[in-house]
């Protein structure tokens, strides 16, 4: 088997059967989908099985209590028989060559591979690409890739990361693709990339990441703490410090605060990565990534503090 597929699904009757005719519509036949219902209380699961039943052996259905999205990807991995394994989000979708043309690549020796992404609105004015692999000069591939989107979902792994290694995705927690994929990143020997855009990631207003006022931003605190230890354990993080450094300003400076910004807790998130910014990276502003943001980030990231705060507010907000 060439490669497994992880589509975990929680009550997404709506975009579920676009997803899942995107998947039988590919020009790789030697895959398999493993839909994961993870305890759905709608149809999905009745949808998921005429996909099944329409094709035997390649649309397989696992049941499991609800247990979130990394439960999901982390249970369908056992069963995983393919080379190569990669996650799709049930509510997004795939052009038709999207897995052959991966596979070809990884076929290559690669031990990861990324593509584009289209962040997919109804309204199609608002649909834009978003680049997989960062064009902002790194001396490694590596490095490259850790200055990249960490989504789990627009890449195709060696196997062998989940198998061999172990690798689970964090439960009970928001941002858990961050510090499996930045891991992934940096212990690959070889990064592949599609320079295409045949991935569709569907922007709607119930998702999770669309609540900007959610408690669980805070989550990604413990996430950056986790990225920290696993580079540690594994004695990279001297090899790739200026991209972790250039992680935790992306994460809880930059984008991050924008999220806090929204947030009736800012104050109290604003302190928390101060905190961790002296702690840990004292000479952020010095980033040598920074100078590859635009003008507006830039500004941002220099001119925000409580004293500024209110006029940033207003205009994000």
Same mark, same amino acid.
């Given at each position: 088997?060439?490669?497994?597929?992880?589509?975990?699904?929680?009550?997404? %009757?709506?975009?579920?059967?676009?997803?899942?005719? !995107?998947?039988?519509?590919?020009?790789l036949?030697?895959?398999?989908?493993?839909?994961?219902?993870?305890?759905?209380?709608?149809?999905?699961?009745?949808?998921?099985?005429?996909?099944a039943? @329409?094709?035997?052996? @390649?649309?397989?259905?696992?049941?499991? $209590?609800?247990?979130?999205?990394?439960?999901?990807?982390?249970?369908?991995?056992?069963?995983?028989?393919?080379?190569?394994?990669?996650?799709?989000?049930?509510?997004?979708?795939?052009?038709?060559?999207?897995?052959?043309?991966?596979?070809?690549?990884?076929?290559?020796?690669?031990?990861?591979?990324?593509?584009?992404?289209e =962040? +997919?609105?109804q309204? $199609?004015s608002?649909?834009?690409?978003?680049?997989?692999?960062?064009?902002?000069?790194?001396?490694?591939?590596?490095?490259?890739?850790?200055?990249? $989107?960490?989504?789990?979902?627009?890449?195709v792994?060696?196997? !062998?990361?989940f198998?061999?290694?172990?690798?689970?995705?964090?439960?009970?927690?928001?941002?858990?693709?961050?510090?499996?994929?930045?891991?992934?990143?940096?212990?690959?020997k070889?990064?592949?990339?599609?320079n295409?855009?045949?991935?569709?990631?569907?922007?709607?207003?119930?998702?999770?990441?669309?609540?900007?006022?959610? $408690? %669980?931003?805070?989550?990604?605190?413990?996430?950056?703490?986790?990225?920290?230890?696993r580079?540690?354990?594994?004695?990279?993080?001297?090899?790739? /410090?200026?991209?972790?450094?250039?992680?935790? *300003?992306?994460?809880?400076?930059?984008?991050?605060?924008?999220?806090? *910004?929204?947030?009736?807790?800012? !104050?109290?998130? =604003?302190?928390?990565?101060?905190?961790?910014?002296?702690?840990? +990276?004292?000479? +952020?502003?010095?980033? %040598?990534?920074?100078?590859n943001?635009?003008?507006?980030? @830039? *500004?941002?990231?220099? +001119?925000?503090?409580?004293?500024?705060?209110?006029?940033?507010? /207003?205009?994000?907000?």
């Open positions: 088997m060439k490669l497994s597929l992880i589509v975990p699904m929680y009550n997404v %009757r709506e975009y579920v059967r676009q997803c899942l005719d !995107s998947l039988a519509a590919q020009t036949t030697d895959m398999e989908v493993l839909m994961v219902n993870d305890g759905c209380t709608d149809d999905t699961p009745e949808i998921a099985a005429e996909y039943d @329409r094709y035997p052996g @390649r649309f397989i259905l696992l049941n499991k $209590p609800n247990g979130g999205l990394s439960d999901a990807r982390n249970y369908a991995m056992p069963m995983a028989k393919g080379e190569y394994i990669a996650f799709l989000d049930s509510d997004d979708f795939v052009d038709a060559t999207l897995y052959e043309k991966m596979c070809a690549l990884m076929d290559q020796g690669y031990d990861v591979c990324v593509t584009d992404i =962040y +997919w609105y309204d $199609p608002r649909r834009f690409i978003m680049k997989g692999l960062s064009d902002w000069p790194a001396e490694t591939m590596q490095k490259k890739a850790l200055l990249s $989107p960490m989504f789990a979902w627009n890449k792994y060696r196997a !062998s990361f198998q061999d290694m172990g690798l689970r995705y964090p439960l009970n927690t928001w941002y858990e693709d961050i510090p499996v994929t930045t891991l992934i990143f940096a212990r690959s070889k990064i592949g990339y599609l295409e855009c045949l991935m569709h990631y569907r922007q709607r207003e119930g998702s999770i990441m669309a609540n900007q006022s959610s $408690p %669980r931003l805070k989550e990604i605190f413990g996430i950056m703490a986790m990225v920290r230890s580079f540690d354990e594994n004695g990279i993080t001297a090899d790739y /410090r200026d991209e972790l450094e250039y992680l935790h *300003i992306e994460h809880l400076c930059l984008y991050g605060m924008f999220r806090f *910004i929204r947030s009736d807790n800012w !104050s109290e998130y =604003y302190d928390m990565v101060q905190a961790i910014m002296r702690q840990y +990276w004292p000479q +952020w502003k010095n980033n %040598r990534y920074i100078a943001l635009g003008l507006k980030n @830039r *500004i941002f990231l220099k +001119w925000y503090s409580r004293g500024t705060a209110w006029l940033f507010h /207003r205009f994000i907000r």
